[in-house]
């Protein structure tokens, strides 16, 4: 069964491909010249047409091609003042937060996607970081902005803005990934588009205090094992936290890829897990109180547990398994060119470091190493990338991320066998693309 | 001689500061707890006033402060669709590109401003990333995008974007400094801003492909030792690249942090030249000619030259030296809170890895060793950040960058003596920030 999710609006669309002329040498445009004719063909270059089926324009004379001078070369551009906060250009304007009608009962408790199919390096930009809502965005004056920490520690505290600014703070990249990502596909491949089944996801350089800090700040007692973390939006969502992670590598981050936290995602000031479910990763964070064992809030009981085949639930699962998706090909994102491509995806693990990921053309019977972009870093997203050859013939393209533990991204059967077909968090399992004979990318379930 | 720029504009305003009580407790919030408790003397809590002069507000029991729910915790907030691409919150309407008016003769050939005083962590958003335009922001289609490689190649070459992608790829942070940055203050302190002073820089992760294997693909012939990059603006702005930089390191880029380049930074490609001059990071890059010496244009010539003091001009100064700024504390960034406080800044080398910054709050009496963030990249700017105690005293302050060649930043004095005082360009001298009793932040000139 397959569910087209809302439409993705304009894709590129495939130029038709003119003959391709092999001329015998070592390169790229050996093969990937067509598309230049291809573009001839079908219209003009610098006001004067191309000759048609000209597969080797790209190793024409540049002496005899067209003027070639188009309007912005000809015309005084925008000043300055244009833009005081730039924006995307026009011609970018479907990569977009996408999100889906039918997912979530309101608007304001649901997800938007990251357009992930247009990502290029590990960044994810601000604009389209996907935004998870328990009560909507809370627009929060940062001037009014509290944080409180209470419970078990020696000394009750009341932070603003600029008290936890005035600590030590450091930055640091870390994806955020919703454990319902890729949740959809428990059940099948469900939505044709990697925007959806992969894009509840971002990864952003943070910048903060350690939650350690401020927590030494407060002192924490003995018999303060756990800590809950409270969200100031109307959900007031909270989560419980054991005080081991806490002490490790939180962030109580006002900045992401160097600029304030945007509102959907928390601003003035969010909590960051790293490696952890997003739903712990508390936005417009107001309270944290210390306590001797968990709250076992709503969201941690009656959403976010995983139902096991034996009728029981999974409680507490909380870090992100090491998980890949190639996101070109992909749905949005169809081969254009027969000859040498390149494919690129995102890998990460919660457990710590990528080591390494494989590439399988042919539904995993064979798999390549592909090549990881540097720096590689700690719970953070890494792209990689491999060229391959498409000639028209049908790819079953999967990748498998390998974390710095050993630990290997399973199979949709392996995981099923483990945990059933009942739950919705925590897919990990390899993902599918058919890529057909036009080119065409399908999200398909193998076996 | 001190000239204020534009106004900076709304800016953060300094809350009165109540009595400080020393608790005698290693922490932070022993002195700045005394700014909760200046906001409740100031104004309301949560609806309710809290008693003017608890400098310990931040100790007292949480169990008595007011209700403290704002209004964004009572209210649904926005939906998932708001935003299909986000924007900052309207609190951050400040932090935006600013200009000079009597700068530039015309605002098309002009220049904006990154407002690195509120930037935190390397990564520089790209909303705010500065630009320098010769004949205005270009506004380009990327379907009818070409990239022409000629001159003394064995095969000229027209690239359309979608072949350049077909490319591979690889993604890298770099800083990208004009050479004029700082320019203004080399003949004493002029700009009363850091943005003024030291934003015409940016660092982003750039994707593309590395320009070397474009150059390997035209095939370059045995007396090809440059090459010229072209813009596609109305200025057709022009440079010369000797070959073995062309080889090395430098990139065709068509993203930044992750993302289609904004328009103002060359959308759809711009060439990348890491470590060196951003004149030479050509925009909406045309062609790529190459050729058996330098063409000896324009910007190479009557600009981007350094008049030195025998008259002569130094010409070719392509590699940004070793450079830092504290951006807060800093013009736009007064100290607001008596005690413990944080500074932070960037620093970067054009010739590899940064690999110590300095800081003294004496001018240049006594330093010490400021943390960098992690990690430390090639040609990347890297923030650094030191606590220091302010009580109302005078404190010169200044930055101090040591690359891994152990090359060290200048004082004025010292490039003085070797350049002179008639460039405009490649000023990479330490900068002084005058603290007063106030807390207000002052450029000013030592010696």
């Known amino acids: 069964m397959k569910r ?11 130029a038709p491909e003119a003959p391709v002329a092999d001329t015998g040498r070592r390169n790229f445009l050996r093969r990937s010249a067509a598309a230049v004719g291809a573009v001839g063909a079908a219209g003009l270059v610098g006001g004067k047409a191309f000759p048609a089926g000209a597969a080797t324009m790209a190793e024409a004379n540049p002496e005899n091609l067209p ?155 003995p018999n303060g094992k756990w800590i809950m973390a409270e969200g100031g939006d109307s959900a007031g969502m909270n989560r419980s936290i054991p005080m081991e992670k806490a002490l490790d590598d939180c962030m109580l981050a006002w900045a992401m890829n160097g600029e304030a936290l945007r509102p959907g995602n928390g601003y003035p000031l969010r909590l960051v897990v790293p490696g952890w479910e997003g739903n712990m990763w508390v936005k417009w964070i107001r309270r944290i109180e210390v306590g001797d064992k ?36 992909s749905p949005e994102k169809p081969v254009l060119h027969k000859g040498l491509n390149q494919l690129r995806g995102l890998a990460w693990s919660g457990r710590g470091k990528v080591k390494r990921v494989d590439v399988s053309l042919d539904g995993g019977r064979n798999w390549q190493e592909a090549q990881l972009d540097q720096p590689v870093l700690d719970k953070s997203m890494v792209m990689f990338r491999m060229p391959f050859e498409y000639t028209g013939q049908e790819l079953l393209m999967q990748s498998r991320c390998i974390d710095e533990h050993g630990v290997v991204q399973p199979t949709m059967q392996a995981l099923q066998k483990v945990r059933g077909t009942h739950s919705v968090y925590h897919n990990n399992s390899i993902q599918t693309w058919l890529v057909n004979k036009n080119g065409e990318v399908e999200n398909v379930r193998l076996g």
Chains 1, 2 share one sequence.
Not at 4 to 14: E, F, I, L, N
Not at 295 to 314: C, H, I, Q
Request: proline share 8%; net charge negative.
């Open 67 to 221: 003027p070639n001078v188009p309007e912005w070369n000809k015309y005084l551009g925008y000043s300055v003042d244009w833009q005081p906060y730039g924006l995307p250009s026009e011609y970018e304007k479907d990569v977009v937060r996408r999100s889906v009608e039918w997912l979530t009962a309101t608007r304001e408790a649901s997800i938007n996607f990251t357009p992930i199919q247009d990502m290029h390096g590990f960044v994810t930009p601000n604009g389209v970081c996907f935004e998870r809502h328990h009560g909507g965005a809370a627009i929060v004056n940062p001037v009014d902005f509290r944080l409180m920490i209470n419970g078990l520690v020696d000394k009750p505290l009341v932070f603003t803005l600029q008290d936890l600014m005035r600590m030590p703070s450091v930055s640091r990249f870390y994806f955020l990934e919703c454990a319902a990502n890729s949740g959809m596909e428990w059940r099948g491949a469900q939505l044709n588009g990697v925007q959806f089944t992969h894009g509840m996801i971002h990864n952003v350089q943070y910048t903060g205090v350690p939650l350690r800090t401020v927590l030494e700040e407060a002192g924490v007692k």
């Open 294 to 329: 968990p709250w076992f809030a709503r969201e941690e009981t009656s959403k976010y547990t995983d139902l096991m085949p034996n009728g029981k639930a999974r409680l507490f699962t909380w870090e992100m398994d090491p998980k890949s998706v190639i996101t070109s090909p």
């Open 4 to 14: 087209d999710a809302t439409p993705v609006g304009r894709t590129q669309t495939p």
